[in-house]
């Protein structure tokens, strides 16, 4: 039974603008097993990736607490505090075009984090680098090369160098492949996936798609603007999506399968803005079964064993229960 | 396990044997450009003939010969003598010198202030960005020339003096155009990955940040100096700047001025010095920009 | 695929070269393609296949400067689209062809009313008073789901979504015969994405249009498309309706795509991906371009460029060794 890495209790994070308050991140809450993959899954504008940086202390949350490995680091301050806590948490990010510094090569941005944390000498930094190169999959050749020289994938490679580089426990991946081709996509979701085995990672895999958080994620969490709706294991989330948001989802996605397009859940109209919404569900103007009772906050309600849903309907709504089957289970429809 | 990712790396090869980062590929795309070579060529030739002026010039800067005034460009005196029998291309040679170097300094020096202003303004954003800037717009609110004609006339005239007045008034110039820079770096994603691994500020800003802007510096740096060597020469020519017997050669037109209509000769040459150096530099700049910035070619 | 001479649109041989720095790219290397009125067909392949030069070749759009069609040439309806004036190429784009750009937030013009540009695409075309132009226009915005009071609203006001609704609509204002809709979802939110293309297959339906649908998406061809081509470094690997290639897949290249998507019903938590990376389009392969990252490749695929050959009707493959594949293959499982 593995433990609980991260525990994250009523998370918030808002940006003060001109306008009003941007509700980012509105009282999220889950938990993250040591070892496993919670993908986080929405549209932009969810609040998804502030959750990922929050969570890491990228940016600093409103309200609400974050407990990474027992220890409460909600509101750490210092560099040094900081600088243990980046040994431990790291992020890589979506676009491997923006994420290296086009000045630094392949090797100085390998070594970069070793130096900052003042804990290695250079003998030791270069071994470490041949490793992580090795690990990555990156050749030496490249060694010497500048961002614009490589193509979308080994950049994206060295990005999870520079993130593996100080032995993390945790790495919060920020939609690694949204930015790559379907063919180098599988190529750096399976070294994502090598390295989760052989070094016993946690990720958080924050990304809108669907097909991709289904091959990796052991437990999804679904968001629409700032709200957390759905949290579940991976099948369960597939095979029977509870919120009606959820549910339109992952109809709405094409399938390669001729004979077996979903009857396709079309939603009305478009994401709202999340600058001082107003209480209650944030989907009720556009879900087709919102009754007066959406209009009050909703809480987050376990209807079957580890699958929560935040919807007062969801227990008696007709389960229209996703065509992605497992291969040997079957539902019959309410 | 990890051979199937090595083998990705199998096919594609990384293209240039000598990997070249993206400034080498911009200073081999400005070689190739004609007019930046020309450009280039004739202001470093200008600057080379300054910087031998002692060596080669014939006679001294400064050495009077009534009895040879006002002769027109010979064998013995290329380009002529002015009214106190001054040889006029000693004079144009150490000219140089002062109208270079005063560009140069000028401009570098509101390259180091302006940069630091602009750094700062432009990575804390917030108030402290707004209260710089609105100093700089008062400044920049009066007309550049009156600005450095103030200034020159409340320090007085001199070498140094010309700098600095030169300096202060295009301090903006660079402040605006780092800031600029910096704040479209701000938001880039190696920003954000080099503080999740710990960077702290500083060197955030020097190693990630500085790096990746000086590219609209340098473009900016090399106007300046045509602007500040232009600039220089209108001050001595009405007073400010620098004085005779001090050859510089806004100073020698000025001089010069009053005798346009008999002994042209000595309007022609300072003028045409400075309008090379003001070309050739323009022509290195508007090269150097085209070569950091291809997009804006195709 | 059979060639008849009433083919609505014509591809034949189309060659298309860039140059940059010095150096050319082989964009497009020899493409033929056919299409029906009312069909279509969907351009599938990864980024630098070739497959937008392929669209901006047939609307004549590409840059002046860097690009040029080497040979080759574009039948509309038995007239060669390469051969006209930029003046006659003018009146057919807009009018008779009409392209759906991949980026919304680039694609429109920042300072002008979207309603404006719609109307300025009619106007174009069509000898018709401002006025009339403007209720046409309200009449395509409506179409496409935006209220007429949003007619002078600018495009900075409308989020992703919104907007590439108007670039629909501007590029249906004219009814155009044939649309080239180069990824007009990627950029967008998969519910968004879902409403879009639903808008425009109706869109299609019910004036029928052809299209040529430029995806990566193998989701997106399967719903939207009769017949699919499959590009990779400028050519064409595998050509044919949806049914033959998605039941039978030959080219071991369309067999590795299909594998490396993660879909949404396979079990097994490892993606099958190709190894190694597009071609340099600047040194393409020897033989066939396909065979440094195929598993399959054998000595003579180094050497000898393969034809693309018909392996049953409605379904051509550029493979020597496709049915020998399919052997291997079958024999593994």
Same mark, same amino acid.
């Given at each position: 039974?593995?433990?609980?890495?991260?525990?994250?209790?009523?998370?918030?994070?808002?940006?003060?603008?001109?306008?009003?308050?941007?509700?980012?991140?509105?009282?999220?809450?889950?938990?993250?097993?040591?070892?496993?993959?919670?993908?986080?899954?929405?549209?932009?504008?969810?609040?998804?990736? %502030? $959750?990922?940086?929050? +969570? !890491?202390?990228?940016?600093?949350? /409103?309200?609400?607490? &974050?407990?990474?490995?027992? *220890? =409460?680091?909600?509101?750490?301050?210092?560099?040094?505090?900081?600088?243990?806590?980046?040994?431990?948490?790291?992020?890589?990010?979506?676009?491997?075009?923006?994420?290296?510094?086009?000045?630094?090569?392949?090797?100085? %941005? $390998?070594?970069?984090? +070793? !130096?900052?944390?003042?804990?290695? /000498?250079?003998?030791? &930094?270069?071994?470490?680098? *041949? =490793?992580?190169?090795?690990?990555?999959?990156?050749?030496?050749?490249?060694?010497?090369?500048?961002?614009?020289?490589?193509?979308?994938?080994?950049?994206?490679?060295?990005?999870?160098?520079?993130?593996?580089?100080?032995?993390?426990?945790?790495?919060?991946?920020?939609?690694?492949?949204?930015?790559?081709?379907?063919? &180098?996509?599988?190529?750096?979701?399976?070294?994502?996936?090598?390295?989760?085995?052989?070094?016993?990672?946690?990720?958080?895999?924050?990304?809108?798609?669907?097909?991709?958080?289904?091959?990796?994620?052991?437990?999804?969490?679904?968001?629409?603007?700032?709200?957390?709706?759905?949290?579940?294991?991976?099948?369960?989330?597939?095979?029977?999506?509870?919120?009606?948001?959820?549910?339109?989802?992952?109809?709405?996605?094409?399938?390669?399968?001729?004979?077996?397009?979903?009857?396709?859940?079309?939603?009305?109209?478009?994401?709202?803005?999340?600058?001082?919404?107003?209480?209650?569900?944030?989907?009720?103007?556009?879900?087709?079964?919102?009754?007066?009772?959406?209009?009050?906050?909703?809480?987050?309600?376990?209807?079957?064993?580890?699958?929560?849903?935040?919807?007062?309907?969801?227990?008696?709504?007709?389960?229209?229960?996703?065509?992605?089957?497992?291969?040997?289970?079957?539902?019959?429809?309410? | 396990?990890?051979?199937?990712?090595?083998?990705?790396?199998?096919?594609?090869?990384?293209?240039?044997?000598?990997?070249?980062?993206?400034?080498?590929?911009?200073?081999?795309?400005?070689?190739?450009?004609?007019?930046?070579?020309?450009?280039?060529?004739?202001?470093?030739?200008?600057?080379?003939?300054?910087?031998?002026?002692?060596?080669?010039?014939?006679?001294?800067?400064?050495?009077?010969?009534?009895?040879?005034?006002?002769?027109?460009?010979?064998?013995?005196?290329?380009?002529?003598?002015?009214?106190?029998?001054?040889?006029?291309?000693?004079?144009?040679?150490?000219?140089?010198?002062?109208?270079?170097?005063?560009?140069?300094?000028?401009?570098?020096?509101?390259?180091?202030?302006?940069?630091?202003?602009?750094?700062?303004?432009?990575?804390?954003?917030?108030?402290?960005?707004?209260?710089?800037?609105?100093?700089?717009?008062?400044?920049?609110?009066?007309?550049?020339?009156?600005?450095?004609?103030?200034?020159?006339?409340?320090?007085?005239?001199?070498?140094?003096?010309?700098?600095?007045?030169?300096?202060?008034?295009?301090?903006?110039?660079?402040?605006?155009?780092?800031?600029?820079?910096?704040?479209?770096?701000?938001?880039?994603?190696?920003?954000?990955?080099?503080?999740?691994?710990?960077?702290?500020?500083?060197?955030?800003?020097?190693?990630?940040?500085?790096?990746?802007?000086?590219?609209?510096?340098?473009?900016?740096?090399?106007?300046?100096?045509?602007?500040?060597?232009?600039?220089?020469?209108?001050?001595?020519?009405?007073?400010?700047?620098?004085?005779?017997?001090?050859?510089?050669?806004?100073?020698?037109?000025?001089?010069?001025?009053?005798?346009?209509?008999?002994?042209?000769?000595?309007?022609?040459?300072?003028?045409?010095?400075?309008?090379?150096?003001?070309?050739?530099?323009?022509?290195?700049?508007?090269?150097?920009?085209?070569?950091?910035?291809?997009?804006?070619?195709? | 695929?059979?060639?008849?001479?009433?083919?609505?649109?014509?591809?034949?041989?189309?060659?298309?070269?860039?140059?940059?720095?010095?150096?050319?790219?082989?964009?497009?290397?020899?493409?033929?393609?056919?299409?029906?009125?009312?069909?279509?067909?969907?351009?599938?392949?990864?980024?630098?296949?070739?497959?937008?030069?392929?669209?901006?070749?047939?609307?004549?759009?590409?840059?002046?400067?860097?690009?040029?069609?080497?040979?080759?040439?574009?039948?509309?309806?038995?007239?060669?689209?390469?051969?006209?004036?930029?003046?006659?190429?003018?009146?057919?784009?807009?009018?008779?062809?009409?392209?759906?750009?991949?980026?919304?937030?680039?694609?429109?013009?920042?300072?002008?009313?979207?309603?404006?540009?719609?109307?300025?695409?009619?106007?174009?075309?069509?000898?018709?008073?401002?006025?009339?132009?403007?209720?046409?226009?309200?009449?395509?915005?409506?179409?496409?789901?935006?209220?007429?009071?949003?007619?002078?609203?600018?495009?900075?006001?409308?989020?992703?979504?919104?907007?590439?609704?108007?670039?629909?609509?501007?590029?249906?204002?004219?009814?155009?015969?044939?649309?080239?809709?180069?990824?007009?979802?990627?950029?967008?939110?998969?519910?968004?994405?879902?409403?879009?293309?639903?808008?425009?297959?109706?869109?299609?339906?019910?004036?029928?249009?052809?299209?040529?649908?430029?995806?990566?998406?193998?989701?997106?061809?399967?719903?939207?498309?009769?017949?699919?081509?499959?590009?990779?470094?400028?050519?064409?690997?595998?050509?044919?309706?949806?049914?033959?290639?998605?039941?039978?897949?030959?080219?071991?290249?369309?067999?590795?795509?299909?594998?490396?998507?993660?879909?949404?019903?396979?079990?097994?938590?490892?993606?099958?991906?190709?190894?190694?990376?597009?071609?340099?389009?600047?040194?393409?392969?020897?033989?066939?371009?396909?065979?440094?990252?195929?598993?399959?490749?054998?000595?003579?695929?180094?050497?000898?460029?393969?034809?693309?050959?018909?392996?049953?009707?409605?379904?051509?493959?550029?493979?020597?060794?496709?049915?020998?594949?399919?052997?291997?293959?079958?024999?593994?499982?």
């Amino acid at each position: 039974m593995s433990s609980n890495l991260i525990e994250v209790k009523n998370l918030k994070k808002y940006f003060q603008t001109p306008r009003g308050n941007v509700h980012a991140v509105d009282d999220v809450s889950m938990v993250l097993k040591q070892g496993e993959t919670m993908g986080v899954v929405g549209e932009s504008g969810c609040g998804k990736s %502030t $959750l990922g940086r929050t +969570l !890491i202390r990228l940016l600093d949350s /409103t309200d609400g607490s &974050i407990l990474f490995d027992g *220890e =409460d680091i909600t509101h750490i301050s210092g560099k040094k505090n900081l600088r243990q806590l980046r040994e431990k948490a790291q992020i890589i990010f979506q676009d491997p075009y923006s994420s290296l510094n086009p000045r630094m090569t392949v090797e100085q %941005t $390998l070594k970069e984090p +070793l !130096i900052l944390t003042k804990r290695y /000498t250079k003998v030791e &930094i270069n071994e470490r680098v *041949e =490793d992580l190169m090795q690990l990555i999959g990156i050749d030496n050749r490249v060694r010497m090369s500048y961002p614009h020289e490589l193509d979308g994938g080994r950049r994206q490679r060295v990005g999870i160098g520079r993130a593996l580089a100080l032995g993390p426990k945790f790495i919060v991946c920020d939609e690694p492949v949204s930015a790559l081709d379907v063919s &180098i996509q599988a190529q750096i979701l399976n070294l994502l996936m090598d390295l989760q085995d052989k070094q016993g990672l946690t990720y958080m895999f924050i990304t809108h798609d669907m097909s991709v958080v289904r091959h990796i994620s052991t437990n999804i969490s679904v968001m629409y603007l700032g709200q957390l709706v759905e949290t579940s294991p991976t099948k369960a989330l597939f095979e029977e999506p509870l919120h009606p948001y959820t549910q339109a989802l992952l109809s709405a996605i094409p399938t390669t399968d001729l004979g077996g397009q979903p009857k396709r859940i079309m939603l009305e109209g478009e994401l709202t803005s999340p600058i001082d919404p107003k209480p209650g569900c944030r989907f009720r103007r556009r879900c087709p079964y919102a009754t007066q009772a959406c209009k009050e906050p909703q809480q987050l309600r376990e209807l079957m064993p580890g699958h929560f849903v935040s919807c007062c309907r969801a227990g008696e709504l007709e389960h229209r229960h996703g065509k992605h089957h497992g291969s040997h289970k079957h539902h019959s429809t309410a | 396990m990890a051979d199937k990712n090595a083998a990705a790396t199998v096919a594609a090869p990384v293209k240039t044997s000598k990997t070249q980062s993206e400034l080498g590929a911009a200073m081999a795309r400005l070689r190739k450009n004609k007019s930046a070579m020309i450009g280039l060529g004739l202001f470093l030739f200008l600057a080379l003939l300054a910087i031998l002026a002692p060596y080669i010039s014939p006679y001294g800067y400064a050495t009077m010969n009534p009895a040879e005034k006002f002769q027109l460009p010979s064998v013995r005196h290329w380009f002529g003598t002015d009214e106190y029998g001054r040889d006029v291309f000693s004079r144009i040679l150490y000219g140089g010198r002062y109208s270079l170097s005063v560009g140069l300094l000028a401009t570098a020096f509101a390259m180091c202030v302006g940069v630091i202003i602009g750094a700062t303004a432009g990575y804390y954003g917030g108030q402290i960005d707004n209260i710089i800037m609105r100093f700089l717009d008062i400044f920049q609110a009066i007309p550049m020339m009156l600005l450095t004609i103030v200034i020159s006339a409340a320090l007085g005239s001199g070498f140094d003096k010309t700098i600095f007045a030169l300096a202060i008034s295009h301090v903006p110039d660079f402040a605006r155009t780092l800031r600029a820079s910096i704040m479209s770096m701000r938001d880039m994603e190696y920003i954000e990955a080099a503080e999740a691994i710990g960077c702290g500020t500083f060197r955030q800003i020097v190693k990630y940040i500085l790096p990746n802007s000086f590219a609209p510096l340098l473009v900016t740096a090399t106007m300046n100096v045509a602007n500040t060597v232009l600039l220089t020469a209108s001050l001595s020519y009405i007073g400010l700047g620098i004085q005779p017997p001090t050859p510089e050669w806004g100073a020698m037109l000025s001089a010069a001025k009053g005798f346009i209509r008999n002994y042209p000769y000595l309007l022609i040459f300072p003028g045409l010095f400075i309008a090379t150096t003001v070309l050739g530099l323009n022509m290195f700049g508007d090269g150097l920009r085209d070569a950091l910035d291809p997009r804006l070619k195709d | 695929m059979a060639d008849t001479k009433n083919t609505f649109l014509e591809v034949k041989d189309l060659v298309v070269q860039y140059t940059s720095a010095g150096e050319v790219i082989h964009a497009v290397n020899g493409i033929s393609l056919q299409l029906e009125r009312g069909q279509t067909l969907a351009l599938v392949g990864e980024t630098g296949a070739g497959k937008t030069t392929i669209g901006k070749s047939i609307m004549r759009i590409l840059p002046d400067r860097s690009a040029s069609i080497k040979s080759g040439s574009i039948f509309l309806e038995g007239q060669d689209l390469l051969q006209l004036s930029e003046i006659d190429m003018r009146k057919v784009r807009g009018a008779r062809i009409s392209m759906v750009f991949q980026d919304p937030m680039t694609a429109l013009n920042p300072t002008m009313k979207i309603g404006n540009q719609i109307s300025e695409v009619i106007k174009i075309h069509n000898e018709v008073s401002k006025a009339e132009a403007k209720k046409q226009a309200i009449s395509i915005l409506e179409l496409v789901g935006i209220t007429a009071e949003r007619y002078d609203a600018y495009p900075h006001q409308f989020s992703g979504g919104m907007k590439q609704r108007v670039i629909v609509a501007m590029a249906l204002a004219c009814s155009p015969e044939l649309l080239l809709a180069d990824e007009p979802t990627t950029a967008l939110d998969v519910t968004i994405q879902a409403q879009i293309l639903e808008m425009i297959y109706a869109l299609r339906d019910k004036s029928k249009m052809a299209m040529i649908l430029i995806t990566h998406d193998l989701g997106i061809v399967a719903q939207a498309a009769d017949t699919l081509a499959v590009i990779y470094a400028g050519e064409i690997l595998e050509y044919g309706t949806k049914e033959a290639i998605f039941k039978d897949p030959s080219h071991p290249y369309t067999m590795g795509l299909f594998k490396a998507i993660p879909n949404l019903t396979s079990d097994s938590r490892r993606l099958a991906n190709i190894e190694g990376l597009p071609p340099d389009p600047t040194v393409l392969p020897a033989g066939c371009c396909f065979h440094p990252r195929c598993p399959y490749a054998q000595e003579e695929c180094r050497s000898i460029k393969p034809e693309l050959e018909v392996i049953s009707p409605g379904h051509d493959c550029r493979c020597t060794r496709s049915s020998e594949i399919k052997q291997e293959v079958a024999n593994v499982f």
